[in-house]
């Protein structure tokens, strides 16, 4: 058991630790290509309230965010609306998992969607959209299937045994029973969203944390980019420690997640 | 029968297994009654058909010969007035004790006042009632098989079946789990039938203990128990029945030739 101390203390000493050697690598050296993180820590600061370079930059922070959250969470919610009732369906429909499963399947590398959906939506905002959409629903719809199909056959039988009627059986066994299973799925595709969010916003979109960290690029304003990198992994932290949060609540029997 | 109709009537029932390596038999011509209010124990060394047995009583699995009726109806299949004990308890883990104890009476439509009643009641007779908020990870094996009586027994069952049900609990525990059994078995006039492979057990709990035979799958005999309640395991009555037990048992133990044994392993 980890003291209180302890456990505030032990997992911030890895990042301050490579904050110190960053800085020992790139302090007063002009030729670095890496900028001091001082100077990443200014960026972030004017990218956030501005009043310190008072560029094109400055004080943009809050628009780019909100952009990349709200395609990130739409994106994910269409997906999970979409991957949560195919997945309980292929899970527990064999006409259905006959049907969908192997065409899915073969689709699923999803990295070779960016060209074709550059095509169908434009380059822009939409084909970001959709790439977060799809990046999230593989990992909801697998762990979904995963979650039906893994189901203990015990507790059917326990479930017909107490009376239970077969329609019954999928809301008060097949369910419940898969739900810490859908619920690792969502936590994946959420994270994956925030991955997917920062390709799809690279090409010719306006707003976005990728947007900013691709001009920042163009205009060699490489703190900018850092600072971008920083805000995306933080936001996608805390975004994770929340659905964790959420998980925690709904989750309280299951012992992987009390 | 000292009174009228057996509560169970199981006639000329046997179970084969299809398989790539062949038919197996896990049960072959198996016949038996059983009175209402009886405490009937199956035992025999492992793929003997002792819980194949059971679970054609469960209605778990259809037979391939014969049938199994309860009062005058046959058995097609899992009912609440049959309730399962199962040896790893098969709770479920997203409900509370008391909303497992609660699971039958709701699936079968009673009001809420009569669910509620009958899962407070159940809690408190097998003593749970400090936990009854707590998750099934959360208490220990034999509290676990407690809910789990608990819960056919709220369901109105008139038949406890019961798989191995105290084999994976510790000797204490398993010996609180039997006097408590033997306990509400005797409040109660339930019906049990009780598989397990421990001799001991069944000459403690049973009165009649049904010998079964592997290779292929059959009843061997049925012994009626004719010691007084409580029983001493020290006593030694109890010891002269446990060697004639043990007798039957090691007589065809012996005889289970080497090469079916694999084939008796791959028996669900």
Redesign the interface.
């Known amino acids: 058991m980890l003291s209180a101390l302890g456990r505030w203390t032990w997992p911030v000493v890895v990042p301050i630790a490579g904050l110190v050697l960053w800085w020992i690598g790139t302090n007063d050296r002009p030729a670095s290509l890496v900028p001091p993180p001082v100077e990443v820590g200014r960026a972030l600061w004017d990218l956030a309230a501005g009043g310190l370079y008072d560029d094109a930059f400055s004080a943009t922070l809050i628009t780019h965010l909100l952009a990349s959250v709200s395609r990130v969470y739409g994106g994910f919610l269409l997906a999970a609306l979409v991957g949560v009732p195919l997945g309980l369906m292929i899970g527990r429909i064999g006409v259905v998992r006959s049907m969908f499963e192997p065409t899915l399947q073969i689709l699923r590398p999803v990295t070779a969607w960016l060209p074709l959906a550059m095509i169908l939506f434009g380059i822009g905002p939409r084909s970001a959209f959709f790439l977060v959409f799809l990046g999230a629903f593989y990992p909801v719809l697998v762990n979904t299937i995963f979650g039906v199909r893994s189901v203990?056959p015990?507790?059917f039988?326990?479930?017909?045994?107490?009376?239970?009627?077969s329609s019954?059986i999928f809301p008060?066994?097949v369910l419940?029973?898969a739900?810490p299973s859908i619920f690792t799925g969502l936590r994946l595709g959420l994270g994956f969203a925030w991955v997917v969010i920062v390709v799809g916003e690279m090409t010719g979109v306006q707003t976005g944390l990728g947007a900013i960290i691709m001009e920042a690029r163009q205009l060699s304003r490489t703190e900018i980019v850092i600072a971008g990198m920083a805000v995306i992994g933080i936001a996608g932290f805390i975004s994770d420690q929340f659905v964790q949060w959420l998980g925690r609540r709904l989750l309280?029997?299951?012992?992987q997640h009390? | 029968m000292p009174n009228g109709l057996p509560i169970l009537d199981i006639a000329g029932v046997s179970k084969t297994y299809k398989t790539r390596v062949g038919d197996i038999h896990a049960l072959t011509d198996a016949s038996l009654t059983i009175g209402k209010g009886e405490f009937v124990c199956l035992i025999g060394a492992s793929g003997c058909g002792k819980s194949t047995l059971l679970r054609l009583i469960g209605g778990f699995e259809t037979p391939t010969a014969g049938g199994v009726k309860m009062w005058d109806a046959l058995v097609t299949g899992p009912g609440p007035e049959r309730g399962m004990v199962f040896q790893d308890y098969a709770l479920f883990p997203w409900l509370t004790v008391r909303g497992n104890i609660a699971f039958g009476p709701k699936a079968r439509g009673l009001s809420r006042k009569e669910v509620c009643a009958a899962a407070d009641c159940f809690i408190e007779m097998v003593g749970l009632t400090k936990f009854a908020d707590a998750y099934p990870h959360q208490l220990s094996g034999g509290m676990r098989q407690r809910v789990a009586i608990a819960r056919v027994l709220a369901n109105d069952t008139q038949i406890i079946l019961m798989d191995e049900p105290f084999g994976a609990l510790d000797a204490m525990t398993r010996e609180r789990l039997q006097e408590e059994l033997l306990e509400l078995w005797q409040r109660t006039q339930l019906t049990v039938i009780f598989v397990t492979h421990a001799i001991e057990e069944a000459i403690l709990l049973a009165d009649r203990v049904v010998v079964m035979t592997p290779a292929p799958g059959r009843i061997q005999s049925d012994n009626r128990v004719a010691l007084t309640r409580p029983r001493d395991v020290a006593s030694p009555e109890f010891n002269s029945v446990r060697r004639e037990l043990s007798g039957l048992l090691v007589s065809h133990v012996m005889k289970v030739p080497t090469e079916v044994r694999p084939l008796l392993r791959a028996l669900p």
Do not use: I, T, Y
């Open positions: 203990d015990r507790l039988e326990a479930a017909s045994m107490l009376g239970a009627s019954a008060k066994v419940p029973a739900l309280r029997w299951s012992p009390a």
